[in-house]
């Protein structure tokens, strides 16, 4: 079984960052659309093979064999990790990237994202059946509890 582990770190008034971890080492920076993130949970990860997104990367990349999609999300489907600068790019998936710049208090952006996602993608991809996501909550949602 594989863990890759959403632990969020920062949040401002757009967007959640988080450093993603695979079987507890680094490996890349993830963004969310604050008023989309996902819900704190255990969810499994899985590869699809169909929709426009798929076929996008699948013309990009020619190591591409489905998008990393997150199943189980209460009231939610289609979530997948891609590449994002941007928490505008995001609709309720995970953006990633190599590192994040942040500016007066805000997230501005994840840079290198293309590079962040094909080293995401390589680790999941050895163990995709068996791999799941833990999303931790955000620093904001503890200091209310």
Same mark, same amino acid.
């Given at each position: 079984m =594989?863990? +890759?582990? $959403?632990?969020?770190?920062?949040?401002? /008034?757009? =967007?959640?960052? =988080?450093? +993603?971890?695979? %079987?507890?080492?680094? *490996? &890349?920076?993830? $963004?969310? %659309?604050? *008023?989309?993130?996902?819900?704190?949970? $255990?969810?499994?990860i899985t590869l699809r093979k169909a929709g426009k997104m798929h076929e996008d990367y699948k013309r990009k990349f020619s190591w591409h064999e489905g998008m990393l999609e997150l199943k189980g999300v209460p009231n939610r489907s289609c979530i997948y990790f891609h590449i994002a600068n941007y928490f505008? /790019? #995001?609709?309720? &998936? +995970?953006? @990633?990237?190599? %590192?994040? +710049?942040? !500016?007066? %208090? $805000? #997230?501005?952006?994840?840079?290198? =994202?293309? *590079?962040?996602?094909?080293? #995401?993608? /390589?680790? *999941? #991809?050895? !163990? @995709?059946k068996n791999c799941l996501l833990y999303t931790s909550p955000s620093p904001r949602d503890l200091s209310t509890s």
């Amino acid at each position: 079984m =594989s863990i +890759i582990t $959403l632990f969020r770190y920062y949040e401002d /008034e757009f =967007s959640t960052a =988080s450093i +993603i971890l695979f %079987n507890g080492k680094f *490996v &890349c920076y993830g $963004l969310e %659309n604050k *008023v989309r993130k996902i819900s704190p949970g $255990l969810f499994k990860i899985t590869l699809r093979k169909a929709g426009k997104m798929h076929e996008d990367y699948k013309r990009k990349f020619s190591w591409h064999e489905g998008m990393l999609e997150l199943k189980g999300v209460p009231n939610r489907s289609c979530i997948y990790f891609h590449i994002a600068n941007y928490f505008q /790019e #995001l609709k309720g &998936c +995970i953006g @990633v990237g190599t %590192n994040p +710049i942040h !500016d007066e %208090n $805000l #997230l501005k952006m994840l840079t290198h =994202s293309k *590079v962040a996602y094909k080293k #995401l993608y /390589e680790f *999941v #991809l050895e !163990d @995709v059946k068996n791999c799941l996501l833990y999303t931790s909550p955000s620093p904001r949602d503890l200091s209310t509890s």
